[in-house]
T-cell receptor, first 115, second 115 residues
Framework: SAVISQKPSRDICQRGTSLTIQCQVD?????MFWYRQQPGQSLTLIAT?????????ESGFVIDKFPISRPNLTFSTLTVSNMSPEDSSIYLC????????????FGQGTRLTVV | AQSVAQPEDQVNVAEGNPLTVKCTYS??????LFWYVQYPNRGLQFLLK??????LVKGSYGFEAEFNKSQTSFHLKKPSALVSDSALYFC?????????????FGQGTELSVKP
């Protein structure tokens, strides 16, 4: 398993501002992902964080709105930019040791409320 | 494209009775299937996975799941439910091959176990 520390655990932000969420893993992992869980809904993949290169975004998500960094194999950040109330969600960091057969592990999530 | 369906938004079970949470999937290649549980204000916890081999997979907390290729199903089961099993359950699929390791989640099933 992997121990994932995600910060902050929650925040209330003003619309138009940006928030950066940090994800720290206790060991090197191959794969890191960012998910969004809107109120009462399932998880939607935002992007795959690639070490040393630009993240791979899913349909409907763009780098200008959700810039992601991954400087090494244990750390990643997700920024939610120019926030609106529609961005109010739980954002979850996830890691996996390879791309297929191993399970993914999740951080505790960041509960974001935009007012 | 890969997808997962959880046909029941909510499942209600009396404590001590067996429980089943349903999941069906759609992939073009070999499916890698996972179950996760989410307790209130918590991240996702891994329960079990099917990669290959025996169709009956045993996991954490007494849960098991049965892979049925002909019915494209992966239902989660437990012989005797506990009140503490009450939570939100997610089925997820990862398609074998070079798909980047991302998980596709079902919409979730709220399990309520009453004393």
């Amino acid at each position: 398993s992997a121990v994932i520390s995600q910060k902050p655990s929650r925040d209330i932000c003003q619309r138009g501002t940006s928030l950066t969420i940090q994800c720290q893993v206790d060991s090197q992992v191959t794969m890191m992902f960012w998910y969004r869980q809107q109120p009462g809904q399932s998880l939607t993949l935002i992007a795959t964080a690639n070490q040393g290169s630009e993240a791979t975004y899913e349909s409907g998500f763009v780098i200008d709105k959700f810039p992601i960094s991954r400087p090494n194999l244990t750390f990643s950040t997700l920024t939610v930019s120019n926030m609106s109330p529609e961005d109010s969600s739980i954002y979850l960091c996830s890691v996996a040791r390879d791309s297929e057969v191993t399970e993914a592990f999740f951080g505790q999530g960041t509960r974001l409320t935009v007012v | 494209a890969q997808s997962v369906a959880q046909p029941e938004d909510q499942v209600n079970v009396a404590e001590g009775n067996p429980l089943t949470v349903k999941c069906t999937y759609s992939v073009s290649g070999n499916p890698y299937l996972f179950w996760y549980v989410q307790y209130p204000n918590r991240g996702l916890q891994f329960l079990l996975k099917y990669i290959t081999g025996d169709n009956l997979v045993k996991g954490s907390y007494g849960f098991e799941a049965e892979f049925n290729k002909s019915q494209t199903s992966f239902h989660l089961k437990k012989p005797s439910a506990l009140v503490s099993d009450s939570a939100l359950y997610f089925c997820a699929v990862r398609e074998g091959g070079n798909q980047g390791g991302k998980l596709i989640f079902g919409q979730g099933t709220e399990l309520s176990v009453k004393p």
